[in-house]
């Protein structure tokens, strides 16, 4: 019943969604917070995604109860299951996505599971989640293959541990901004919005001093943006300029049969990863190796690699 780690990545979390049965959506990465930047991704951004490496710190921020999340038909999951911080992260934005337009299509698993849990509190919505096998699945289908198991005679140390990274929301939902952090007892108002498609702009600044807070002893972080299906709104323009009588569409239809060829290959290019990601390579390396001895490559070429090495260390 455990949870993997999984890696902060928009393809990986693009075909996670798909697994559970999502369509009409995809994530996106973000290198920087610059308007131009969010802007560019879609006129759908449904939320973002921060991840940071998790430290002990205060927060006195007061966040919402049971009761008032109802009030304002607000989804909120504690976090009760190690490691489920991407996937619940990812939940938290696709359950509050309230615009009845909507081009997001949670498919029959996640619609039945929403409703399922609709009269439940914060941790037994946590708990649901973490029993949930649909989503567990989909979820530890991106768990890095572990060729070995090592025995581990002595603990390890502090210092040797690995570090720990977390995940969290920020969504629109009712004019109002939030900040979904699974590890609190609930949502945190981050205030107002004035403009429904801009409403990132006003984010920015709450991720920009938690960075800084951190910025002097760390540099990992990770933005991801959760936007509707880019392939679905490049082919949605195409025809209403093919239905247009205009004469001068042609050149921006070609325009977008170039951009929609490109976001074809890109998911292709994912889903190819995300094979090798699951991928266990130590068999074909231990034969190849074998191999090499058996025909007495094997040594010439470890004594070239260490001739090379040292070689470089002298430089």
Avoid at 24 to 36: F, K, M, P
């Amino acid at each position: 019943m455990s949870w993997c780690t999984i890696e902060s990545d928009p393809g990986v979390f693009t075909e996670l969604l798909h697994k559970i049965g999502v369509e009409g959506i995809q994530v996106e990465e973000l290198y920087d917070l610059s308007t131009e930047s969010l802007t560019r991704l879609s006129s759908n951004i449904y939320g973002l995604i921060f991840l940071f490496k998790w430290q002990t710190e205060t927060d006195n921020r007061p966040t919402l109860d049971y009761d008032e999340c109802q009030k304002r038909n607000l989804f909120f999951a504690r976090q009760v299951i190690n490691n489920a911080c991407a996937t619940q992260a990812i939940l938290s934005i696709l359950f509050n996505i309230e615009d009845k337009e909507s081009h997001v299509n949670l498919g029959e698993e996640l619609t039945q599971f929403k409703n399922f849990c609709s009269g439940f509190g914060p941790e037994m919505t946590g708990e649901s989640i973490g029993n949930s096998e649909v989503i567990r699945q989909a979820h530890n289908s991106f768990a890095r293959p572990e060729p070995f198991v090592m025995e581990q005679e002595e603990p390890v140390s502090e210092k040797d541990q690995e570090d720990v990274f977390h995940f969290i929301a920020y969504i629109p939902k009712g004019g109002a901004l939030y900040e979904l952090d699974g590890l609190k007892p609930g949502p945190v108002v981050l205030g107002d919005y004035k403009d429904e498609h801009k409403w990132f702009e006003q984010v920015v600044p709450f991720i920009e001093q938690r960075i800084q807070r951190y910025a002097q002893n760390e540099i990992k972080f990770n933005l991801l943006a959760v936007v509707r299906d880019r392939r679905d709104a490049i082919k949605e323009e195409i025809i209403k300029l093919e239905q247009s009588s205009a004469t001068d569409n042609a050149s921006r239809i070609q325009e977008l049969k170039f951009e929609l060829q490109q976001e074809d290959e890109r998911h292709t290019r994912w889903k190819e990863e995300n094979v090798r990601r699951r991928h266990n390579y130590v068999p074909f390396l231990v034969n190849l190796l074998k191999v090499l001895a058996q025909k007495n490559e094997l040594m010439p070429l470890v004594e070239q690699a260490k001739k090379k090495y040292n070689e470089q260390k002298q430089e």
